[in-house]
Structures are given as structure tokens and as C-alpha cells.
């Protein structure tokens, strides 16, 4: 059941995938057209060498042929020996399908080894972003529910409130400038403001850890403020439910009811809402990422759509929708695994 | 609230129809909107946007006439100068005055949230009242379209169609409604499907009313509030996204001022200057702040869901 649930929900993602991979590639055509950067200042280049370079790329070729191309269409047809029904002769490299995400239009490089070499970090950034989110806004949000409508529960709602207005980048720059600027200035032991490890330091786990402080902080106060708004209404609505009466009523230990029968129930549908940024795992981040100069997917979009190498950006955000996609996808079969109700509708 | 209605309707002679319930029948759009004035939080952060656009509006007046400075005029003399009797909020590096600036970027960042916000309502809204209304295969392919624009990381998508526009305001905003379109179009469509099978909808067609009558007539008035509602509480996210743009260099460019990229110019200077980073910060929170707010408020009165 679940599995014909499962395979049911990955057929209906496959057209999904297919219709961001045109979408994203028809908004990078019409953005950038055939453009090669650089290409055109050069002056020692003749119009031939210039029509030369550029039927190599296969820019001379038609728009879907040149989509065929980077889906890896054309590599099969060529492969499975049906090459001469390819138009024109171009040289035909592997695609999408092949797992290549094409090559970088300024320095050459693959993007899928750029992509596989940034990943980490983002992955690390996020998780630990996603983890201090869900350790810090469960206590949070207990206390709030615990003390509603005292000048605590006010100052948490204040705090949840602010996180989701607050924004991030700017967020960052406050950080850096009093951990790292002024705590330097007055002599304290001041964070590093940017990347992952320092620079010719061989990079312990220390390091590491307060290269991720900041940025981490500024990515968790997103999630801190709704997890814990939220943790704080689900608490509420269980700890007036008939059971926890009836767990105190015959003399069970408030902090027993409260974290065992209470807490149990009500962190449950907390569950869905951290499911909910699954997709957003690698994508998320990319404004802190730039803020923080953390060398993740985010930073490579962002330097390399301001270096117009739009084959690589191009790669880059199909590469990130294909998570969601996914994303969407695993959260699904986790809910319909945690309710069955959802698998029948 | 409600006993001044009721004294109202006493007073000319109880002809007011009255519910079952015994207090006075009031229209739909009537009832919220005495909830929204109700909520002192609400009405005080819808004040101060509606301060806020006045402000923008009045910008060109204001730096005239009252600060006499324009907000691209360089002084070599006041450069990092900061917050005092000439230059309120401070000056930046090449001696431009923040609170000029700040009032103008005030222009971009509420231009953007109500444009946007207004394209958002209207292609979304059309494309879930469509889909809904018709159902079947074109209900299928739009929703579709939808999981398809949805799927693409919204600051990745952004990335990418600035590069296709030079942004200004008008095509700034068309880039970031391109994303939210799509929440906006799902949201009407699930309510359009719960209208359409209701008795008075079948009536209406029955008397011979046209496909395009009974959306523009019938339907829409029904979907509005969750329209209104959902442009309300997106106000905030679109503002904080223009910011991000702008800071990211893929938004409004210098030197017209907006808060965004006020803040990315005042990266570089921040750790001697720090009000150039503190002061247009304040001005994007202040603000996103007061439109969820707001939207918090006009969604606990006018969502139907929530009656």
C-alpha cells in the first residue's frame, strides 16, 4: 500500500522535473541568449574564429536541439547508434540524464564537480541551522504555553514575531559587526566573519564550529520563531485536554505530566512543520550564505550569475529545484508512513 | 460593537432584519471589517504603513523643502559624518544624506510590496478561479504549472530572471510576483471548489447564465475575502524578498536609493559607520513587522475559514 503510494507520487514528480528543466532553461535562453563572456572583447578573435568557438559550444544550433543536448537526449541517440538522425555535427556530451549538469561557459569547469564540492557546507549550514531551531524552540515554546499571558509569554511572542520580520542578511551584518568587529576592537575573544575554517590553519573542529556559530544563528532564528509559536499553541491545546486532567487528578508530578503526556502529544504535528523546509535544504541559505561568505551552493550561484556564466547557473538551479522536487516527494511518503489516513485519500 | 448596532437599528423604528440570534444582520464584508477596527494591534501597524506611504509619497516635497537635500547630491564635506544637526541619520561615504535616502527608498520597497502584491492577487487569483471553476484536464495542467514555478527555489528564480531584466520597480515587482502567483493561485482554487457546489451556484446556472457570469459574478465575490486575506499576509515576505534582492545586487541598482541596497553599500564601510547599516535595517524590519501585523489582523477578520 504504501509502496504503490510511494511509486504513485514519484510518477506524478517526473513531469514536474521535466517542466522546471524547460522552464528554467527557456528563462536562461531568453536571458542570456548565446552569450559567451568575454567572447566579444576580445580583440585578437576574427568573426570566423568567433563562429568557430561558438558551433563548438553548440550555440549555433536550434533552441531544442540545444535543449536535447543538455538533457542528454542527444547522447542517447547517438549512443544507442541512431547519431545520424542528430541535425547538423556538433559535438554531443553527456546531460542531465547522464548526471552532468553541463559545463561552466567562463572557466570550463564541470558543474556537477563544483556542485558535489559545495554541497557539504550547505548541507552542514542547514542542519545545523534546522537542529538548533527544533533543540531551542521546543523549550521555548513549553515555556510560553507554561506561563501564557505573563510578561514572559510576551516577550517569547515579541521574540517569534521580530524572527520572521527580521531580515537576514541584515541580521548578519549586526552579528559580525558587534561579535566580530567590536568584540575584536574591545579585546574579547571575537568570532571569525566569514567562511569555513581559517585560512592556512588546517581547520580543527573548533575553528570549524566558530566559523558556523553566525551563520547558523542567523539561518535558526527563521525556524526558531515559527517552530516554537507553533510548539507554544499545540502545548497549550493539550495541556487542556481531559487526559492531562485526569494524569494530575490522581496525583502525578506536574513536571511527569507535562513532559511525558503533554509535551509527547504536543510536539507530534511539529513533525510536519520541519518537513516542511526538507526541500529547502540546499536552497535556503543562499542570502546568508553571501553574507557569511560561506562557500556553499548559494555563494556559487550568486558569484557566478554576477559573472554572466549562465551554463553554470543554469545547472546550479535546475540542480536545486530537482531537490525539491525530491524533497517534496520523501516528505510525502514520511507522512503517508506516519498516517495512514493520507495514503487512502 | 454590537450594542450600538443594536441601539441603531431601535432607533429607526426596527425595520433592521434582524438573525436569529437577535442582533442585527450586517453584510459579510461590514462584520470584518468592525473585527479588523476592533484590533488595536492591527489598526495601529495598518497607521504607521499608511504613515509610511505617505511619507514615500511625499518624499520629493519633504527633501525639498524641509531637509533641502536631494537624495543623489554629493558633499565631499560631510562624508561619514554622522547623525547630528545637519545630517539627521548620517552621511555615507560620498556624503549623501540617510534620512533623505531613507525616505526615498521608502518608494521602492512599499512600491514594490503593493504592486507585486496587486499582480500576485490578480494572476493568481484568474488561474485558480479558471482551474476551479473548470476543473478537469485545463485544472490539471494549470495546477501543474503551479508545482512546476513552485519547485524552482524562489531567490534562485529570482537570480535568474534579473538577469533577464534590468530590474526597476515595474519589472522587480513582475519577477517576484512570478513566484507567489502560484501560493495565491492554489489557495482560491481550493476555495472556489467548495463554492461551486453549492445550491445557489447550480440555480444560477440553470437560469442560463454564462461560464464567464457566474465566476465574474458569483464566484469572485465568494473568493474575495481569501484573496484579500492572502495578499495581506504576503505584503511582509515580498518586502523582506525586495531587500534581499536589492542587497544581493540583483534589484534596484544605485544610485537610486532603496533600503536594500543602502545596506549592501554600507557593508563595506559598516565597521567605522555603523549607523549607515543600523538605520536602513530598521527601516525594512519596522516595516515588514507592520504589514505581518496588519495581515495577522485582516486575516482574523475577514478569513471565512476562521468564522
Given at each position: 500500500m504504501l509502496a504503490k503510494f510511494a511509486l504513485r507520487r514519484a510518477l506524478a514528480a517526473i513531469p514536474v522535473v521535466v517542466g522546471v528543466s524547460v522552464i528554467t532553461f527557456v528563462l536562461m535562453h531568453s536571458t542570456a541568449g548565446s552569450y559567451v563572456p568575454g567572447l566579444s572583447l576580445n580583440p585578437n578573435l576574427t568573426a570566423q574564429q568567433v563562429a568557430l568557438l561558438r558551433s563548438q559550444l553548440g550555440l549555433d544550433q536550434p533552441l531544442w536541439i540545444q535543449y536535447f543536448d543538455w538533457v542528454g537526449l542527444a547522447w542517447i541517440v547517438q549512443h544507442v547508434g541512431?547519431?545520424?538522425?542528430?541535425?547538423?555535427a556538433h559535438d554531443v556530451t553527456p546531460g542531465l540524464l547522464q548526471g552532468s549538469f553541463g559545463q561552466s561557459m567562463?572557466?570550463?569547469?564541470?558543474v556537477t564537480s563544483q556542485m558535489f564540492d559545495r554541497l557539504p557546507n550547505t548541507i552542514l549550514l542547514s542542519l545545523t541551522a534546522i537542529l538548533m531551531g527544533i533543540v531551542l524552540s521546543i523549550p521555548l515554546g513549553v515555556l510560553g504555553a507554561i506561563r501564557r499571558g505573563t510578561r514572559v509569554d510576551h516577550l517569547l511572542t515579541g521574540l517569534s514575531v521580530s524572527g520572521v520580520a527580521v531580515p537576514q542578511f541584515w541580521l548578519g551584518l549586526l552579528l559580525i559587526l558587534v561579535l566580530s568587529v567590536q568584540f575584536h576592537a574591545w579585546g574579547l575573544p571575537f568570532l571569525p566573519s566569514g567562511g569555513v575554517v581559517t585560512p592556512f590553519?588546517?581547520?580543527?573542529v573548533l575553528d570549524r564550529i566558530a566559523h558556523l556559530v553566525m551563520p547558523a544563528t542567523v539561518l535558526s532564528f527563521f525556524y526558531l520563531a515559527i517552530w516554537s509559536r507553533f510548539t507554544r499553541s499545540s502545548m497549550v491545546e493539550v495541556l487542556s485536554q481531559d487526559y492531562v486532567r485526569t494524569a494530575r487528578a490522581k496525583g502525578m508530578g506536574s513536571r511527569r505530566v507535562l513532559y511525558v503526556h503533554a509535551l509527547r502529544n504536543a510536539v507530534i504535528p511539529l513533525v510536519t512543520l520541519v518537513g516542511v523546509e526538507l526541500p529547502g535544504l540546499?536552497?535556503?541559505g543562499l542570502v546568508v550564505e553571501v553574507v557569511f561568505g560561506w562557500p556553499g551552493i548559494g555563494l556559487l550561484t550568486y558569484q557566478r550569475a554576477l559573472a554572466y556564466d549562465y551554463t553554470m547557473v543554469l545547472g546550479l538551479v535546475t540542480f536545486a529545484s530537482v531537490l525539491v522536487v525530491l524533497g517534496n516527494l520523501l516528505a510525502d511518503v514520511l507522512y503517508a508512513a506516519l498516517d495512514p489516513r493520507i495514503r487512502l485519500a | 460593537m454590537i450594542d450600538q448596532g443594536t441601539v441603531e437599528g431601535l432607533q429607526i423604528g426596527g425595520v433592521v432584519p434582524t438573525t436569529a440570534a437577535g442582533r442585527p444582520a450586517r453584510s459579510y464584508w461590514a462584520e470584518s471589517w468592525m473585527t479588523l477596527r476592533a484590533n488595536r494591534v492591527g489598526m495601529a501597524a495598518g497607521s504607521l504603513i499608511v504613515f509610511l506611504a505617505v511619507v514615500a509619497v511625499l518624499a520629493p516635497f519633504v527633501s525639498h523643502y524641509?531637509?533641502?537635500?536631494?537624495?543623489t547630491k554629493q558633499d565631499l564635506d560631510s562624508q561619514f559624518l554622522g547623525p547630528g544637526p545637519g545630517h539627521w541619520l548620517g552621511a555615507d561615504e560620498t556624503g549623501r544624506d540617510t534620512f533623505t535616502r531613507l525616505m526615498w527608498g521608502a518608494q521602492v520597497s512599499l512600491g514594490v510590496g503593493f504592486l507585486t502584491v496587486s499582480m500576485q492577487i490578480v494572476l493568481g487569483g484568474g488561474v485558480g478561479l479558471i482551474a476551479g471553476f473548470f476543473g478537469g484536464s485545463l485544472d490539471n495542467v494549470l495546477m501543474r504549472l503551479v508545482d512546476m514555478v513552485l519547485a524552482i527555489p524562489a531567490i534562485f528564480l529570482f537570480i535568474l530572471m534579473s538577469i533577464l531584466f534590468t530590474p526597476n520597480a515595474v519589472t522587480l515587482s513582475m519577477i517576484i510576483a512570478s513566484v507567489g502567483w502560484g501560493v495565491v493561485a492554489r489557495l482560491v482554487r481550493g476555495e472556489v471548489l467548495s463554492v461551486r457546489s453549492r445550491d445557489f451556484m447550480l440555480a444560477t446556472r440553470s437560469l442560463g447564465a454564462s461560464s464567464a457570469r457566474l465566476i465574474l459574478r458569483h464566484l469572485l465575490p465568494n473568493v474575495l475575502a481569501v484573496m484579500i486575506v492572502a495578499a495581506s499576509l504576503n505584503v511582509g515576505q515580498i518586502i523582506l524578498a525586495e531587500a534581499a534582492l536589492d542587497f544581493l545586487g540583483f534589484g534596484i541598482h544605485p544610485p537610486t536609493p532603496s533600503w536594500g541596497n543602502m545596506l549592501s553599500n554600507a557593508q563595506t564601510y559598516?565597521?567605522?559607520?555603523?549607523w549607515l547599516v543600523i538605520f536602513p535595517g530598521v527601516m525594512i524590519f519596522i516595516t515588514v513587522l507592520a504589514a505581518n501585523l496588519f495581515g495577522n489582523a485582516v486575516r482574523d477578520a475577514f478569513d471565512p475559514r476562521l468564522r
Open positions: 541512431l547519431g545520424g538522425l542528430l541535425v547538423g567562463v572557466d570550463g569547469t564541470s590553519s588546517g581547520g580543527d540546499v536552497s535556503g | 524641509v531637509t533641502h537635500i536631494d537624495p559598516f565597521t567605522h559607520s555603523t
